[in-house]
């Protein structure tokens, strides 16, 4: 057998030049060395929106009592020490995860729910849905961040085949799209991810930084230019892969823009990760290191995490269950089968604590991470058995800047608009919108002490 | 349910009562006008899809039979119900044969007439390289091999390919990639003086056994080990260190007797280590779950003796083979060979388990790493430094002539079209700016950097010529045909040859085309078609992500999963290189095996780990669905899914895949009376009890329950948990057979739809795009014209190559 993929070991580290001092991808994108942290001062509010596929049993999950004295569900149990800083939000809807008339009977359920989640639009078979909610974020942060969002996920999508024959696969791998037609891809792979948070070279040498930002930006210039030439010769429908490319490019030259104003930056110490990870647990925990490291640095504000795929069949063995998750979502009622699938929930709800502790430990402005972020936990699905887009599992977590008291269950309206929720999350950011996909108002998020 | 009942028998009387009177009812004269025509279509298709019913929002009462072109796309979903038998539908009325061919007939042969008199190609957009072609592409612009995983994210797929243009998106982590491939890549073609000494580490999988020759560039009759292309960046020194696999106390395994390790650098050996002995220090049994332990120095030496496998030699600039093996020391014993359990008895097959726990087995490797350049002595020459710089200034007045040749070899190929003055500015600007810093070869780095992360580069891009009215079909440019052909058969860049005669104008020239297509199969460039097209059409990449679980297949391991791989890809290569009929991809009764495959297969007599074609006799494999890579593609990892096996069917082979599940999945009863445990089977079966499910599981599940014979990793079985299987099985036309040789069998009665899925696979694949109704027409010509050839693989490629949307191009719409 031949071997052309390089693996390194797991304990790898990027030693000797400083663990602390990393250059970024495009080398010499972000300043080497650190006063202390002036954005510290400021503490924005982050938002992680972190998917889990398939639904969530709804019974495992939804506590029965409204109010600060919810009980404990079984898949809340993980959470249990952070009762006070999360509010469980019940009766959201993902409405346009309905199958609709114009579909054409080609019905493509895990499709149109993750599709549908974060754009409050109904995805058309071919890619054609609308701007999700972090995508909005991100535009606006993306004056002030060097990466405007990061898009994260545990399975790599290209296992091609998984998805409904004729829809665009890119509706069960991403929750995020730039624009309706622009689905922005998931990085799964840790070391991919912090290359790109923290540079890939070696060199510490301002000089030569400055020359390699210098480079960049004639490459960037030449590739505007040679595109604007290639866009004169074709007409109004071709030219949108050019005009994503040109966007790309804006993103990047703001990119470099940024590092040069950001000179002081302090970056976190983080090892740099080697392969993916042997086991689920390990690799969901080091991506939610990584989104830490991210936020902590105010490298960006907004980070998508899927936890898995939309239909994922992954096989969580480490925790004893030997079954693909998503037949087994179709349980037909068998108590077996909704056990192993409440087991499931209980595990993602345990690594979203391990985020939430890890928030809560990295000190951020006069508080910690967690006190400056929203953390939304859920899926596009209620109960997956049913395909059943109604009273979705959510959760939200964090003070968002003190903006947002935990320590509740709040019941809304049947069927209230999960982009209800969003909208009352984009205020919380700083960013007003009158409307957000189908949403009918926003959300009161207030309760009773 | 019984009001279900009751409308169904509605529909078949409101049927009965807009029974025509014109004499057609009598079966055996076969319809020639349109009004017969027009009477057919009333009696067995209105019926349902009338302005009341509109059942599946379809509605032909009021269509012109006379005038298809009207109504092309819904007649073309007409005539592909038809011609799969999915309608009528199974227990409605159904026109005899003769009738129902003779309709379907002229439907066809109207809507070819309209098409060919006003041709609709199709547009496919800008396209985006995808990873595949971007790194074939590199590597063969500058000879340089790269791992395109490692450097560029994953691509979104549709229809089953990635490689659809609509779908290949730009997002600002791409272009960030781009940018620094482009860096790494030109910086590696040109060489870099001043590399830096790093380590790379080579991982091998663990679940991999290395207990037989592992690959063809390992010396022949060694074992284990890995054989490494690996990049040495200067003239130097360098280092290898190995490190071995442990057990779960961290000591190395197979220790207990002396082993030896060959080290190579192109076939040359650079050294022979020895490690292990018999008698040193106490050790532990071999077999101990860890409690029992040797002596201090005994342990220490389980422990870190891999770290005296380290040497430092010499080697030149570039790619070359890093070879590292065993001495196999098992002696074979003479004369016929013994089986237990059939594996030879001279070699114990320890469970994966047995693997992580105990010391025993033979030592593996687990990583290589190769650091350097030490004690550098500057740049070789590479094939890429060759391909590159096809010329040297010899002094500043021919500097500009021979910077110029170089930037334009470079660019035309990376362009895939003739270089004009107009783009040799900015380039000579990138190169000005690189020579000022840093030389000539820096600059021509720097202008290398600038083209790979050229639009022009990175998107294949087609316009309509200025004097084309909109709307309307264009033959495309020799130029961009050329580059249709090298992506669809290369997944690459056209090569020179292909160029200069598409840049002479005489790509269509008679006989050209067929020529350079010809040429362009024989090349190993067209191995594209087996990674690319094969690996997603079957579903490798699917096998790569498949996890069986151990406690069920305990068989399975990485090297069953390499094996099936390889044998399905062999398998396809055959047939492509071979050119035989596609039909073969059905029933040949041959394949391709390894000893450790054919073990699996229960085939007798086959010895060595090199693959070799083996016929099978006894009709359980056979064609694709014997293939251990789709059996274990279309299962969980801990039982097969008849469901997705039967889908995979109707997709793949049939060409008629099912419609999605529905939105609301109903629940099914309750377990029946009892506590009795249904099978597999029992339980699919009342799930078919629901009407609901039952449309579409009852074409699914019986030709999944056909291949229950094979588990969940293609294993044959005749019983699973103490019932016999039955392996019975029903095609969606009603068709009953047995297991899977009469499955393959049954296929073959349908193999026109299994040419048509191929073909439209194929045109896909070869378009970028999905197909349209207007696509149909070419589809049926193309395998029409490839069926006197036996629809061999060549009438398929070259039908495709001279069909209309792949010849033609309609202009934008007006």
């Given at each position: 057998m031949m071997i052309f993929k390089k693996a390194i070991p797991r304990r790898t580290f990027l030693r000797g030049v400083g663990a602390t001092v990393a250059l970024p991808l495009l080398d010499g994108m972000i300043p080497a060395f650190a006063s202390k942290s002036q954005a510290a001062v400021m503490s924005p509010v982050r938002l992680s929106i972190c998917y889990v596929p398939n639904?969530?049993?709804?019974?495992?999950?939804?506590?029965?009592?409204?109010?600060?004295?919810?009980?404990?569900t079984p898949v809340l149990k993980p959470l249990a020490k952070f009762r006070d800083r999360l509010l469980v939000l019940s009766g959201l809807s993902n409405?346009?995860?309905?199958?609709?008339?114009?579909?054409?009977?080609?019905?493509?359920?895990?499709?149109?729910?993750?599709?549908?989640?974060?754009?409050?639009?109904?995805?058309?078979?071919?890619?054609?849905?609308?701007?999700?909610?972090?995508?909005?974020?991100?535009?606006?942060?993306?004056?002030?961040?060097?990466?405007?969002?990061?898009?994260?996920?545990?399975?790599?999508?290209d296992v091609t085949g998984q998805c409904a024959l004729g829809w665009n696969c890119a509706y069960i791998h991403t929750l995020s799209w730039r624009s309706p037609t622009t689905p922005v891809p998931i990085e799964n792979q840790p070391r991919m991810v912090f290359e790109r948070l923290f540079?890939?070279?070696?060199?510490?040498?301002?000089?030569?930084?400055?020359?390699?930002?210098?480079?960049?930006?004639?490459?960037?210039?030449?590739?505007?230019?040679?595109?604007?030439?290639?866009?004169?010769?074709?007409?109004?429908?071709?030219?949108?892969?050019?005009?994503?490319?040109?966007?790309?490019?804006?993103?990047?030259?703001?990119?470099?823009?940024?590092?040069?104003?950001?000179?002081?930056?302090?970056?976190?110490?983080?090892d740099r990760p080697a392969g993916i990870p042997a086991t689920y647990d390990e690799h969901a925990k080091i991506m939610f290191d990584l989104m830490t490291s991210a936020l902590q640095s105010d490298m960006t504000r907004v980070i998508t995490f899927m936890l898995g795929r939309e239909q994922s069949d992954w096989t969580y063995r480490e925790i004893g269950i030997f079954d693909a998750h998503h037949p087994t979502t179709h349980h037909q009622n068998d108590p077996v089968k909704i056990g192993k699938i409440t087991k499931i929930n209980i595990f993602h709800a345990s690594l979203l604590s391990y985020y939430l502790e890890k928030l809560a430990s990295t000190p951020d402005g006069d508080g910690s991470l967690l006190d400056h972020s929203m953390v939304l936990y859920g899926s596009g699905l209620g109960d997956g058995s049913q395909h059943a887009p109604h009273d979705l599992p959510i959760l939200l977590a964090g003070g968002a800047a003190g903006q947002i008291r935990g320590g509740s269950h709040i019941q809304h309206p049947k069927d209230t608009p999960v982009t209800n929720l969003f909208l009352t999350i984009m205020d919380r950011m700083g960013v007003h919108q009158d409307s957000f996909g189908d949403s009918t108002g926003r959300l009161d998020l207030s309760h009773p002490a | 349910m019984v009001g279900r009942i009751l409308s169904w028998i509605g529909i078949v009387l409101a049927g009965a009562g807009t029974l025509p009177a014109a004499g057609i009812q009598t079966a055996n004269l076969t319809p020639q006008t349109v009004s017969q025509y027009r009477a057919i279509l009333d009696r067995y298709c209105v019926t349902c899809h009338n302005e009341r019913l509109r059942t599946a929002e379809l509605v032909l009462g009021a269509m012109d039979v006379g005038n298809v072109s009207e109504d092309a796309a819904v007649w073309e979903k007409v005539v592909r119900k038809l011609r799969t038998g999915a309608m009528p539908p199974a227990g409605m009325p159904r026109p005899d044969t003769a009738t129902h061919d003779s309709f379907v007939t002229y439907l066809e042969a109207q809507l070819d007439r309209a098409s060919a008199g006003n041709p609709n190609p199709g547009r496919t957009g800008v396209h985006r390289l995808n990873r595949a072609e971007y790194t074939n592409a590199i590597r063969d612009l500058l000879a340089l091999e790269i791992d395109g995983g490692a450097l560029l994210p994953p691509d979104e797929s549709a229809y089953g390919f990635d490689n659809i243009a609509a779908v290949l998106s730009v997002s600002p982590l791409l272009l960030e990639r781009y940018m620094t491939a482009a860096r790494r890549i030109s910086r590696r073609a040109i060489g870099d003086p001043d590399a830096r000494p790093v380590f790379e580490t080579y991982e091998i999988r663990k679940f991999l056994r290395q207990d037989d020759h592992m690959s063809e560039d390992l010396p022949f009759g060694s074992r284990g080990g890995i054989a490494i292309r690996h990049y040495f960046p200067l003239d130097g020194e360098y280092i290898i260190r190995i490190r071995l696999q442990k057990e779960a106390r961290e000591r190395i395994r197979g220790l207990h007797e002396p082993h030896q390790i060959d080290v190579r650098l192109d076939g040359e050996r650079v050294t022979l280590f020895t490690i292990g002995s018999e008698d040193f220090g106490t050790p532990a049994p071999i077999f101990s779950l860890g409690t029992l332990v040797g002596d201090p120095e005994r342990e220490k030496y389980e422990r870190f003796a891999d770290e005296d496998l380290e040497i430092r030699f010499s080697a030149k600039t570039g790619t070359r083979l890093v070879g590292i093996s065993f001495v196999n020391q098992f002696v074979i014993p003479e004369g016929p060979l013994h089986y237990i359990n059939g594996r030879p008895d001279y070699l114990p097959r320890l469970s994966l388990s047995d693997r992580i726990e105990n010391r025993g087995g033979p030592p593996e490797v687990q990583t290589v790493a190769i650091g350097g350049p030490y004690d550098a002595k500057g740049l070789g020459e590479t094939p890429s430094r060759n391909k590159v710089f096809v010329c040297r200034p010899v002094n500043n007045d021919d500097e500009e002539a021979c910077v110029k040749r170089i930037l334009s070899t470079l660019a035309r190929r990376a362009y895939r079209r003739p270089f004009t003055d107009e783009d040799l500015e900015p380039l000579l600007s990138f190169y000005k700016a690189g020579q000022s810093d840093g030389g000539f070869e820096e600059?021509?780095?720097?202008?290398?950097?600038?083209?790979?992360?050229?639009?022009?580069?990175?998107?294949?891009?087609?316009?309509?010529?200025?004097?084309?009215?909109?709307?309307?079909?264009?033959?495309?440019?020799?130029?961009?045909?050329?580059?249709?052909?090298?992506?669809?058969?290369?997944?690459?860049?056209?090569?020179?040859?292909?160029?200069?005669?598409?840049?002479?104008?005489?790509?269509?020239?008679?006989?050209?085309?067929?020529?350079?297509?010809?040429?362009?199969?024989?090349?190993?460039?067209?191995?594209?078609?087996?990674?690319?097209?094969?690996?997603?059409?079957?579903?490798?990449?699917?096998?790569?992500?498949?996890?069986?679980?151990?406690?069920?297949?305990?068989?399975?391991?990485?090297?069953l999963r390499d094996a099936f791989r390889l044998e399905t890809e062999l398998f396809f290569e055959n047939i492509m290189r071979e050119d035989r009929s596609v039909l073969e991809f059905l029933d040949a009764n041959y394949s391709f095996v390894n000893n450790r495959l054919a073990e699996h297969y229960q085939i007798p007599g086959v010895y060595g780990s090199h693959f070799r074609r083996v016929k099978l006799s006894d009709g359980t494999r056979g064609g694709l669905l014997g293939q251990g890579a789709i059996l274990t593609a279309t299962s969980y990892d801990n039982r097969t899914s008849p469901v997705t096996r039967g889908k995979w069917v109707l997709d793949n082979l049939l060409g008629t895949p099912p419609p999605p599940p529905p939105p609301n999945v109903p629940f099914l009863k309750?377990?029946?009376?009892?506590?009795?445990?249904?099978?597999?089977?029992?339980?699919?079966?009342?799930?078919r009890a629901d009407p609901a499910c039952a449309s579409c599981h009852k074409l699914m599940d019986p030709l999944g329950f056909a291949l229950e014979n094979f588990d969940g990793i293609g294993k044959w079985r005749t019983a699973e948990g103490g019932t016999p299987i039955d392996p019975s099985g029903v095609l969606p036309d009603g068709t009953t057979f047995q297991g899977p040789a009469e499955l393959r069998k049954a296929l073959l009665t349908k193999r026109e739809g299994f040419v048509t899925i191929v073909t439209e696979k194929l045109l896909t694949y070869a378009l970028g795009r999905w197909l349209?109704?207007?696509?149909?027409?070419?589809?049926?010509?193309?395998?029409?014209?490839?069926?006197?050839?036996?629809?061999?693989?060549?009438?398929?490629?070259?039908?495709?190559?001279?069909?209309?949307?792949?010849?033609?191009?309609?202009?934008?719409?007006?």
């Open positions: 639904g969530i049993i709804p019974g495992a999950w939804k506590p029965q009592t409204v109010g600060p004295n919810f009980e404990i409405r346009h995860a309905e199958a609709a008339p114009g579909d054409g009977g080609q019905t493509a359920p895990h499709e149109l729910a993750c599709g549908a989640f974060l754009t409050g639009a109904h995805p058309q078979k071919e890619g054609r849905v609308g701007v999700s909610m972090d995508q909005v974020l991100a535009q606006e942060f993306g004056q002030q961040t060097q990466l405007a969002s990061l898009e994260l996920g545990i399975e790599a999508p540079g890939d070279s070696n060199t510490t040498d301002p000089a030569e930084r400055q020359a390699r930002i210098s480079q960049n930006r004639s490459l960037l210039d030449w590739m505007s230019e040679s595109s604007a030439r290639i866009m004169k010769r074709l007409g109004p429908k071709d030219r949108s892969k050019l005009t994503e490319y040109l966007d790309a490019i804006r993103d990047v030259e703001r990119r470099i823009a940024r590092a040069e104003e950001q000179t002081s930056r302090e970056l976190p110490v983080l | 600059g021509i780095r720097r202008a290398l950097e600038a083209i790979l992360v050229s639009p022009e580069f990175l998107f294949r891009i087609e316009s309509d010529p200025a004097n084309v009215a909109l709307g309307t079909a264009y033959l495309i440019s020799d130029i961009e045909l050329a580059s249709r052909l090298s992506f669809f058969l290369w997944s690459s860049i056209p090569d020179d040859e292909l160029l200069d005669v598409a840049e002479r104008g005489e790509l269509r020239d008679p006989g050209v085309l067929e020529q350079q297509v010809g040429r362009m199969l024989r090349d190993r460039r067209s191995q594209a078609l087996v990674s690319n097209f094969a690996a997603e059409w079957l579903g490798l990449r699917a096998l790569a992500a498949a996890k069986p679980d151990q406690n069920v297949f305990s068989d399975f391991d990485e090297n309750e377990q029946g009376a009892g506590d009795k445990v249904l099978t597999m089977r029992e339980r699919m079966e009342q799930h349209e109704y207007y696509d149909a027409p070419a589809v049926r010509e193309i395998t029409r014209e490839a069926a006197p050839n036996e629809h061999r693989w060549s009438s398929l490629i070259l039908g495709i190559v001279q069909s209309t949307p792949f010849q033609r191009r309609r202009s934008q719409d007006p």
